[in-house]
């Protein structure tokens, strides 16, 4: 079993910056990546950012060049700064982590006003 803790959400102005962290627990050695997905009201959960223990990251189109994702090497942590946020991004934030399964967190809430 993985557990995932996600920490971090908040309510932010149009323009501002959060920064999410995701601790991983457990039988962490068999993560193969890590990343961040978002679920709006009535949406379909969706991904965010995803980078793997090689390193290699990948972005969903509407947050390339605002958010960035990383990691505390060897700590099995997680980061997604996000800048310039919209009130398009307000969502739920869930971490996932793949595994021989997939695990999720529990969500954090992200608020953008405008």
């Known amino acids: 079993q993985v557990q995932l803790v996600e920490s971090g959400g908040g309510l932010v102005q149009a323009g501002g910056s959060l920064r999410l962290s995701c601790a991983a627990s457990?039988?962490?050695?068999?993560?193969?990546?890590m990343g961040w997905y978002r679920q709006a009201p009535g949406k379909q959960r969706v991904l965010v950012a995803t980078?793997?223990?090689?390193?290699?990251?990948d972005y969903g189109d509407s947050v390339k060049g605002r958010f960035t994702i990383s990691t505390d090497n060897g700590k099995n942590t997680v980061f997604l700064q996000m800048n310039s946020l919209k009130p398009d991004d307000t969502a739920v934030y869930y971490c996932?982590?793949?595994?021989?399964?997939?695990?999720w967190g529990q969500g954090t809430q992200v608020t953008v006003s405008s």
């Open positions: 996932g982590a793949r595994s021989t399964i997939f695990y």
């Open positions: 980078i793997t223990t090689g390193g290699n990251t």
């Open positions: 457990g039988r962490t050695a068999g993560i193969s990546a």
